[in-house]
């Protein structure tokens, strides 16, 4: 257990830094672009940069993977302290599901769009995996896309991928229209009833 949570560590760590580089890189086109130039706040009032969320994302993923190092160097986590193997059979099922099941949403997102891929994923894990009551699982899967697609797309305006050419012109175009004609007050309004709607649910299927 503690060389795993050792080699693990050390690889997420590296992957940490080649996603923060990645997210300092600006526009082939753009032969004047200064690396890092998009992981700030811009000081036009348009939000934060296109690399911002990717980049300190990262970077929190990389200081937990340091502060996992030290502590399996100190022995402080009970990890680091077992010496029992770091996968059982169940665990090395449930990685290749729901590995499976993370290769299967990146391939879809260019295919029907980043947030009907969140709805799939989020489904597969709830349904399949979980064993949540359906109804949880088809509100989750609705709701938290719906959300996502209101903070990015509307409120921050940072577009995610929309999938085929088809999908995007048919509805998520008329869809951005009208969510962009609409007051914040609107869109808050539309985070707290889809919210009480997910959470009226989610407590009538705990009963």
């Given at each position: 257990?503690?060389?795993?949570?050792?080699?693990?560590?050390?690889?997420?760590?590296?992957?940490?830094?080649?996603?923060?580089?990645?997210?300092?890189?600006?526009?082939?086109?753009?032969?004047?672009?200064?690396?890092?130039?998009?992981?700030?706040?811009?000081?036009?009032?348009?939000?934060?940069?296109?690399?911002?969320?990717?980049?300190?994302?990262?970077?929190?993923?990389?200081?937990?993977?340091?502060?996992?190092?030290?502590?399996?160097?100190?022995?402080?986590?009970?990890?680091?302290?077992?010496?029992?193997?770091?996968?059982?059979?169940?665990?090395?099922?449930?990685?290749?599901?729901?590995?499976?099941?993370?290769?299967?949403?990146?391939?879809?997102?260019?295919?029907?769009?980043?947030?009907?891929?969140?709805?799939?994923?989020?489904?597969?894990?709830?349904?399949?995996?979980?064993?949540?009551?359906?109804?949880?699982?088809?509100?989750?899967?609705?709701?938290?896309?719906?959300?996502?697609y209101l903070f990015f797309d509307?409120?921050?305006?940072?577009?995610?991928?929309?999938?085929?050419?088809?999908?995007?012109?048919?509805?998520?175009?008329?869809?951005?229209?009208?969510?962009?004609?609409?007051?914040?007050?609107?869109?808050?309004?539309?985070?707290?009833?889809?919210?009480?709607?997910?959470?009226?649910?989610?407590?009538?299927?705990r009963h």
């Amino acid at each position: 257990m503690r060389r795993a949570e050792f080699i693990t560590a050390i690889i997420l760590g590296l992957l940490s830094v080649y996603l923060m580089w990645k997210a300092g890189e600006g526009p082939e086109w753009d032969t004047e672009y200064v690396h890092w130039a998009n992981t700030g706040i811009n000081i036009d009032g348009s939000g934060p940069g296109k690399g911002f969320w990717p980049f300190y994302l990262a970077l929190g993923m990389l200081v937990s993977c340091i502060w996992i190092i030290i502590n399996t160097i100190r022995r402080t986590s009970p990890p680091s302290q077992s010496d029992e193997p770091f996968m059982d059979g169940y665990a090395k099922k449930m990685l290749l599901l729901v590995g499976g099941g993370l290769i299967g949403f990146l391939i879809l997102i260019d295919l029907i769009s980043m947030y009907a891929a969140i709805a799939v994923f989020i489904f597969y894990y709830m349904q399949i995996l979980g064993r949540h009551p359906l109804s949880l699982s088809v509100a989750t899967c609705l709701v938290v896309p719906f959300w996502l697609y209101l903070f990015f797309d509307i409120v921050m305006t940072k577009v995610q991928p929309k999938g085929t050419r088809w999908i995007e012109d048919t509805f998520y175009n008329p869809v951005g229209t009208f969510f962009r004609d609409q007051s914040l007050l609107v869109i808050v309004l539309c985070f707290a009833v889809s919210g009480a709607i997910l959470a009226v649910i989610a407590r009538s299927a705990r009963h």
